[in-house]
Every structure is written in C-alpha cells, then in structure tokens.
C-alpha cells in the first residue's frame, strides 16, 4: 500500500508554495481527435481483414441457406434478361448496333445489375451488420464499401454467361461478337466505376435506411427509373444527337457504354463524356463521405 500511495503521490509532503514537481504533477487533457481524409485511409487499411471477413459474409450469407443454393446465382439474374429480350428484342425490335440484342442486352444489364444491386446492399449495410457495429469497434466506412461483394459476385456470373453465349452465337452465327484483348480493362474499369458510383450513393442512402425504415423500398423503385434513362435496354445511337448532353449527365451513362464497348466493340469510347460523369461521381463521393463521416456517430446510436 505504501508503494501505491509512494507511486500516486499521496504519501509525500506537499510542494512549497509556488513551487510545482513536474515530474510527480502532470495535466492530462483529453481533446476529441480530429480524423482527416489520409488517417481514415490509413485507419481502413489496419481493418482491411475484417473488410475481407464482411465481404465473405455477405455472400454466403446470401445463399447458404436455400436449398438450391448457387442454381439462384444463375437464375436470378438470367430470367429477367430472357424476358426483357424476347419483349424488346423480338416484340418491339430495338435496335442493337449489329450485334444479337441478347448479347447487346446481357452485357448492358451486367454492368447496370452490379451498380443496382450494389446499391440496394450498400444501402442496408448497417442494419445488416448492427449485431457486429455495437460489440466491436471498426471503421464504419467498412460496412458499405464490404457490401457490394454479393454483386459483385453476380456480375462474375453474368460475365460468364456473356462468355457462353458468345459461344452459342459463333456456331450460330459464324462470328465471335465477344473480343478479348486491351480493350477489356475498359470493361473492368466501368466494372470499378459502377462499385464506386453505388459506394457513393450508399454512403448516403445507408445513413438515411437507419432514419427511415422505407429507404431500402424507396432506393429500389429510384433505380428503375433510373434504368430507363440510361442506354441498358437501347443503344444511344438510336437516341438523337441533341439529347445525348442531358443522357451524359446521367453518370452511369458513359460507364455502361465503356462497359459494352470493351467487350462488344461497339459504340464509341466515351471519353468527354466518361470525365463529366467521373466529375459527377467524385462530387457525389466526396460529399458523401463527409456526410457518412459526420453523420455515422448518431446513426449507431439508432441501431
């Protein structure tokens, strides 16, 4: 007891007047600390392996207990695609810029499903993850940027179904529509392009899920709409020049077209068009940063 008193000070004569031992008195301050842009990117990479453990749950989580299992990753996406190219494929005769329209419809709803269904995920990733966000400390920016997994993961299936029917339409047709080759890292940059556009709606769509319960119905609906203005089910050639500046403020425009022209080789490369939308999705991102950073504190709070 005597050394704990010697070691707190409690044993020891007091100090003359004016006279302070700064060695055995000492002011501690507690200050809230300020995280800038650099120490939250750093402090993402510390936790980069729960990042990698969220990301694997969701998927399994996804699809572990159906009882078809991995058949659902084929034909939840696919069926929807049979159906839109029968209607505006073979009923309505949409154009498809010379190439089969299934071809032309399943490579532009791939890139449009990662971006949708990556917003729906994103946009629940607090509720989904509130049992692990209460227990255990972590980046909150780690729970939406982990949910886009599932979809990204159903865009690997639609990408493969793209590569067989590619297959298909070469016996059929005598020509290899799909092409391989440089041109492909475009297709994979939109494929980035569409995870980050869907991160920067989230990280506003999930802050407001946690306020009001109907965001996650309501986001669904927005993104049908949303569809349709952007070139999935038609080409933009067939849209008239003088309206092609309103569909490129659309930002997921120029990532769909990127997308079909890295595989398909049609269209042309977006590329004025390609940095406007860049513009527009680094202004949404930023902003929504800043708001899931200011705004993730209360939003724990109501989970």
Request: glycine share 8%; proline share 6%.
């Amino acid at each position: 007891m005597s050394a704990l008193r010697q070691l707190l000070g409690l044993g020891a004569a007091a100090p003359a007047s004016g006279e302070i031992d700064e060695a055995r008195y000492q002011k501690w301050v507690i200050e809230p600390v300020r995280v800038g842009l650099l120490a939250r990117a750093r402090e993402l990479w510390r936790y980069r392996r729960i990042l990698w453990f969220l990301a694997e749950r969701r998927i399994k989580d996804r699809y572990e207990d159906t009882t078809l299992g991995i058949f659902w990753l084929f034909a939840r996406p696919l069926m929807p695609i049979f159906i839109s190219t029968v209607i505006f494929g073979r009923f309505l005769r949409v154009p498809s810029d010379g190439v089969p329209y299934f071809l032309f419809f399943l490579a532009g709803s791939s890139c449009w499903r990662i971006f949708e269904r990556s917003v729906q995920w994103v946009t629940r990733s607090l509720d989904s993850n509130r049992g692990l966000i209460k227990k255990v400390y972590f980046p909150r920016l780690i729970a939406p940027i982990s949910s886009v997994a599932p979809a990204l993961a159903e865009g690997g299936i639609l990408l493969t179904l793209l590569v067989l029917a590619s297959i298909f339409f070469y016996f059929h047709d005598g020509v290899f529509y799909l092409r391989f080759g440089l041109p492909m890292v475009a297709a994979l940059v939109a494929i980035a392009m569409a995870m980050l556009l869907a991160i920067s709606v989230g990280l506003w769509t999930s802050v407001l899920q946690v306020k009001h319960r109907d965001m996650q119905y309501s986001i669904r609906y927005f993104t049908q709409l949303w569809q349709y203005v952007t070139p999935v089910f038609f080409p933009l050639s067939s849209v008239p020049p003088k309206y092609h500046l309103a569909f490129f403020i659309n930002p997921m425009t120029p990532i769909v077209e990127m997308y079909k022209w890295g595989l398909l080789g049609i269209g042309q490369f977006p590329g004025v068009e390609l940095m406007l939308g860049v513009g527009v999705m680094l202004l949404i991102f930023g902003a929504g940063v800043v708001y899931f950073n200011n705004s993730e504190a209360a939003s724990v709070d109501r989970l």
